[in-house]
């Protein structure tokens, strides 16, 4: 089974800003053109589950509108990670304290006080085990977030307590990869 995962595009938003939860729209044009390649691009009949926010859901729409045959379900479990009081912040402007507390508990720190990597990760794994468990193949209009979580639950990985092990490839918005799903692994 397939797992297709695409990053949002380019949201309307200051570059440097920290913007997780926050439910910023994305470039109308740039939209549209991916939800084209996506329609070129995507088997028949796909499951599509996307992170509530918007930026997400109209790619979602875009798509659907041009494939009428993928069925559109809205997941927040695919909404990216909740940076608190640190949303809608620029990243330079978050004190070096507050980062290096994230980093010294990377697992279990609430960064901006509203969620852990833990939380998120638990989400995202709560979301592949449902995908796992329906055995057909699917796509997930997310984030970068979610699709570097997903990443590791490819390779069997359900906790990541060093900052350092955190996937930290740029991913392009309008971004597509695909994964294989498989069956949960123990945890390592």
Known sequence: MTLWLVRHAQPLVAPGVCYGALDVAADAQATQRIAQELAETLPTGLAVQTSPLQRCKLLAQALQGLRPDLILNVDAR?????????????????????????????????????????ELMQRVAAAWDD????????VWITHAGVIRAASLLAQGLRRVDDASCWPNTTLRFGYCVCLPLAAPVAER
């Not at 695919?78 to 994230?102: K, P, T, Y």
């Not at 995908?131 to 699917?138: D, E, H, I, T, Y």
């Open 78 to 118: 695919l909404v990216e990670m909740n940076f608190g009081c640190h949303e809608g912040q620029r990243w330079d402007q978050i004190s070096r304290a507050a980062l290096d507390a994230w980093t010294a508990d990377f697992w279990q720190h609430r960064f901006g006080g509203a969620q852990s990597v833990s």
């Open 131 to 138: 995908a796992v468990l329906r055995g057909q193949p699917c």
